[in-house]
């Protein structure tokens, strides 16, 4: 009956799969292959070396414990202000302000964290002297959880703030009719449906800790970790690229386990027919309750980051607090800079165009009810490994990789490490909305002979298009903030903005690091805005 | 309408990718300018800037920095592949980078030091190791300001002391040697101890890192580079430095010129000849440390107990020492 043709799903399952071997099979085949071919042909010596201290075990224990903690405390926090947001009747206006206040760290290079915190809580710190006395010691444990869960929680709150706008809020009602306490109402139509998402929030948060090193670098006192051991073994003072492939490999455990934690929560989704707009109950304790809470989290955040709008505008905190523009004319006198910023902008933007485009096209596959539903466990699982590849790791196997080849020095070569090694939660976002869709659509659009295509523009793409806007702020906001992978990748030609933070942090002059981060946060401002002002209009024709 | 928004997407995506392979064709064209990879200080390479603008070669080079660890990487995971047509880098980096790789080239020209160095780098600058101290924190805290490297030991000074680990960073080599070279390994391992106790959460993985606690008054004393002390004196924040007792060691950064075989451009070998031949007495204002025969210290800029590590500094030396510190920890 159907005639032999190449559906798209394929085209889209075929063209993915050839991306992500080039792009991260082979790099990361390299890496494996780095752990256990030395000078002498295939050995173990370098996992033996590894293990022969015991010390490894140690920073994997003290890893994931510490990512865990934070894992667990991010999801938590960053519920609060998703349930403000999608189940309470706080102020539209204020709802708004919430979701844009707990997503703005993620505008900041994350270069900067480990600084703000040290300059705000450390024995110098601005809410030290505010208080008049420390806290809290911020090196160690402490410190490492503070930074790990102010790093994780926007994409946290991204992640379950976009699962809420697709769950159908009437079944609360039936729930309530049907005589529910509050407790199994809010455990039946708010927890059950929302599981999955609490799942991969906790596993992103889980493995972006996992994997950070900037934080440690600055926090981690004398707690032994095992993103610390990877940095020294590739980066310290005697690089040893066979060692520390061994860790990363080491490292990609916990993805292991996270493809089995998702596919076991899998069963949990459920889709609704349609998403009704209902009036909420009234409750205003709740409503309080729940914007206070927001309020605080928020607050504390953010009381990090006063100190990288106030040290580059004095002479020299905390010893000269005159007010001064000489750091800020100093960097844009630098008549390098703009053209490393127009680099910055090519690079995001066409990360984020392509790696939306990829992002969609892997979801519409893995999401959609159809014939190749099940090929859907590839982007899938490459989502979770793609998360548990530390940036450094990732930089390093593509110059080991692609070193001599065409790609070397590219703006290429760029893009498709940001996009790669981006992947994961807007994909995951992704796929968590398209799910929630009503899954009959496909099958009614073929009755009427709409082919598979047709459906996705015409009926899919139209209802998806928040998320994807989403996502296309995702992808060109981290590749503006990205330091960790390209790093290695930029050339003379292709030098971006944070590799030049980079450069100036290694010098530790962090005036002219706050001046640039402040303009990498005012460029995503814009973007963001720009691509509001894009919805806004869009909905406005659509009525 | 559906139409308009189909081919509009199709679009999108073509001329996306389009521009992705046109980015592509665009980078990989060969450049006649002569591109520097340097991990040296802003100061170091404005001096060395100057001495090529100075000398005919104005716009005929880019450098392009990055830090320590970031370019350590690139040329130990690309070789002879390397953009770079000339690097400046910490001198035993560059000889690990040529044991593994064999990417530089031999001078062409003679290198008149005053130590004896391989044939295929030439040293520019020297960093000296010096204890840092916050002033404030000295004085809130009543502590007196250490004299010596073994001071450091001193348990008075617990939660005052950063540190670097000479696992992320070589310039905790320079403590190290003063160690070794006063008090044996044996001695050394005893002191290094007490100190690795004393610094505890502050054994810090980057070069930079006691500077910047010292700086932020995090604790009193650290140890890191000397010029990095002075600059931040200068600049009139409560920063000061201590040569200590043992000696002020030092560690080089070098010129080296990579190996591309027939596509090696020639003006690279030139224009690191002119740098050592006309760039060291103005490199020499910001690190006052005499590499070359006929170079003469300011003796207010240098330490007068200036002391140099009795064996060649090897990456196998690197390694031995680093073994030793993890010993103590």
Redesign the interface.
Known sequence: MSKKKISPQIVILLFSGLLFGFFLLLPMVTILAKSVYGSDGVTFEFYANLFAGGNIFQAFLNSVLISAASGIITTVLAFIPAYAVNYTNIHKRLKKIIAALVMLPMLLPTITYG?AI??SL???GIITKILGRQIV?I??TAGLIIGYVIYTLPISFMLINNTMGYIDKKFMIVSRIMGDSTLKTFVNTVITPLISTLAVSFIQSFTLSFTDYGIP?ALA??INLLS?RL??E??????D?NTGSAVSILMLLPSVLSILLISCLNRYNIRYNKISVIELTKNRVRDWICGILSGIIILLVLSMFTVIFLVPFVE?Y???MQLTVSHVTEIFTDHTLMNVYRNSL?VAF?TA??GS?LVYACALVSARRGEHRHYGKIPDTVSLITNTIPGMVL??AY??TF??T???????VL?LCNIVHYFSSPYLMMKSSLEKLNASWETTARLMGDSW??TV??II?PNAIATLLEVFSYFFVNAMVTVSAV??LA?????IIT?KI??L????NFNEIFVLSILILSTNLAVKGLIRLFAAIRMKKGK | MNLKRTLSATLCAAMAFTACAALTGCGGEASEQVIIYSNADDEAVESMKKTLDANGYKGKYVFQSFGTSELGGKMLAEGTDIEADVITMSSYYIESAQAEYSMFEDLTFTVDTTDSYPTYYAPFLANQGAILVNTDVLAESGLTAPTSVKDLANPEYAGYLSVVDIQGSSTAWLMIQSLISEYGEDGTKDILTEIYTNAGAHIEQSGSGPIKKVRAGEVAIGFGLRHQAIADKEEGLPVDFVDPAEGNFTLTESLAVVDKGESTNPIAMEMVQCIIENGRENLMTYYPVPLYEGENADSNAVSANAKTFPEPLTVELLEKHRNLSESCK
């Open positions: 600084f040290i300059y450390g024995k110098q010691d090196y160690g670098a006192g004398n610390t940095y020294n590739m980066l310290g003072s005697l690089p690229f020299q905390p010893y000269k090519i066409l165009l392509l485009l930089g390093v110059l080991l070193r001599g065409f790609l070397q020095n590219t703006f290429a893009i295509l047709k523009v015409r793409t790093i290695f050339s003379t030609k292709t030098m590799a980079k450069e942090q290694h010098f530790a």
